[in-house]
Nanobody, 124 residues
């Protein structure tokens, strides 16, 4: 199985930046599609970004496109989410997820393993 541990969350002013990291262990990291999700109070968990095992294909939610960048370093078994131009509406708990799928990684059902989450708070 795969164990995922997120880090890098915190408090930041609107317009600032953060980089989240997700370290994976337990299985061959390069076999998995990786995704970042977030969940704000009173809202359902939503996909923010995803990256295929090859790193050649990425997906971004419309709300973050142009501001966030997902990347992976298979040699380090780590996936990153660079978040720029942060807005108060980005405030949420962010979760790293992994799934061994032949799909594009845009469905929550494609993910089998989840991290514990890291809080991101953007002040207005």
């Amino acid at each position: 199985q795969v164990q995922l541990v997120e880090s890098g969350g915190g408090l930041v002013q609107a317009g600032g930046s953060l980089r989240l990291s997700c370290a994976a262990s337990g299985r061959t990291f390069s076999d998995y599609t990786m995704g970042w999700f977030r969940q704000a109070p009173g809202k359902e968990r939503e996909l923010v970004a995803a990256i295929r095992w090859s790193g050649s294909s990425t997906y971004y939610a419309d709300s973050v496109k142009g501001r966030f960048t997902i990347s992976r370093d298979n040699a380090k078994n780590t996936v990153y989410l660079q978040m720029n131009s942060l807005k108060p509406e980005d405030t949420a708990v962010y979760y790293c997820a992994a799934g061994r799928t032949t799909g594009w990684g845009i469905s929550i059902d494609e993910y089998d393993y989840w991290g514990q989450g890291t809080q991101v708070t953007v002040s207005s």
